[in-house]
């Protein structure tokens, strides 16, 4: 059973950085793109930052410049490093992944199951 397990999230000041994990683990047989998205109390699930199989990254535009997602395909792994953290910042964060798990043909939208980041000013 493929299961997506994030790491990483805390309490952090304004300007604090903090770095959350999140690793495909069971049997896959493709994994495409992967992102983070995140959901703040009474608002919608919106992307934070994405990045494809190979290395293309793309970032909403309130985290440019701040956050960074990388991959490590070998490890099946993605992680978001987030610096100068704001107090807006302040949400459950996701774990998204593509995958084709083995023995299938399609590919479907897998989640993690959150990780909360809080931002005190």
């Known amino acids: 059973q493929v299961q997506l397990v994030e790491s990483g999230g805390g309490l952090v000041q304004a300007g604090g950085s903090l770095r959350l994990s999140c690793t495909v683990s069971?049997?896959?047989?493709?994994?495409?793109?992967m992102g983070w998205y995140r959901q703040a109390p009474g608002k919608q699930r919106a992307l934070v930052a994405i990045?494809?199989?190979?290395?293309?990254?793309n970032y909403a535009d309130s985290v440019k410049g701040r956050f960074t997602i990388s991959r490590d395909n070998a490890k099946n792994t993605v992680w978001l490093q987030m610096n100068s953290l704001k107090p807006e910042d302040t949400s459950v964060y996701y774990c998204?992944?593509?995958?084709?798990?083995?023995?299938?043909?399609?590919?479907?939208?897998?989640w993690g199951q959150g990780t909360q980041v809080t931002v005190s000013s």
């Open positions: 069971g049997q896959i047989f493709r994994l495409g793109n």
């Open positions: 998204n992944g593509r995958i084709v798990p083995s023995g299938s043909l399609v590919e479907r939208d897998y």
């Open positions: 990045i494809t199989s190979g290395g293309n990254t």
